[in-house]
């Protein structure tokens, strides 16, 4: 297997999810991918297993609350691809994504790569004109807690996982995925931006990290990192 493509689902809208596994598997691309979802709800409807099961994406249920991290780990373990996305149920592929992302990676040599978002708010389809494109990797940015490897748009070789090991799930205040950038930048992997949108950020007032902002709950995460890495210099 080339790629496997990593979606945690907690208790997202169905049309939500439809949009992500349709951006996935209409994927047109050389390299073989599979799909893997993890569902962090044990109380999930029967409408989710009914459509997940009727599009043959492989799903596990597990945990009740456990986080973010928990249910992307649980996924990583059963991935049997040499490259790892994560795309949260929200989000969606954009057409020739894997196939773009992979050339790229395979070209440079690179151990991770990520790019740029449309975002599509509400229960649109269409996603906005505005594109969103991060700058440069840079330690210090990460360190001034700017997440800039944008979530959907991560791209990472299966032995990088192997080595720094999985998302932290004693972090279930948000920003795992930055402590998880932060993890590649200091041991030494090859970090590549890719100029172009890769996927569409699903905007809606009641997601994970709208939630988060509302709570202020990012602060706690931000301290957490800080205490995890003593000897790194924050900006902030």
């Known amino acids: 297997m080339d790629v496997s493509v990593v979606t945690p689902y907690w208790n997202e809208a169905l049309n939500l999810l439809e949009r992500n596994v349709y951006s996935v598997a209409t994927q047109k691309t050389k390299y073989k991918f599979e799909h893997l979802v993890v569902i962090d709800n044990p109380n999930v409807s029967i409408e989710i297993i009914k459509y997940l099961h009727a599009n043959q994406v492989p799903y596990k249920i597990h945990f009740q609350n456990a986080g973010l991290s928990a249910s992307r780990n649980s996924a990583l373990e059963r991935a049997s691809g040499k490259y790892i996305m994560i795309l949260d149920t929200d989000d969606s592929f954009v057409e020739g994504r894997i196939e773009t992302q992979i050339n790229y990676m395979e070209e440079n040599n ?22 969103v494109i991060p700058p440069e990797f840079s330690l210090d940015y990460l360190l001034d807690f700017n997440n800039i490897c ?14 720094i090991g999985g998302f932290d799930v004693n972090m279930k205040d948000g920003a795992e995925d930055l402590e998880y950038w932060i993890r590649i930048a200091t041991n030494g992997y090859r970090v590549g931006l890719l100029p172009e949108v890769l996927y569409y950020l699903g905007i809606t007032s009641h997601n994970m990290t709208a939630q988060y902002l509302a709570e202020g709950r990012f602060s706690k995460a931000y301290e957490y990192i800080r205490r995890k890495y003593p000897h790194l210099k924050f900006t902030t």
Do not use: A, M
């Open 110 to 131: 690179y151990d991770h790569t990520y790019g740029g978002f449309q975002p599509i708010h509400g229960n649109s389809n269409t996603p906005e004109k505005e594109k």
């Open 150 to 163: 944008y979530c959907g748009s991560n791209c990472f070789k299966r032995e990088v996982y192997e080595k």
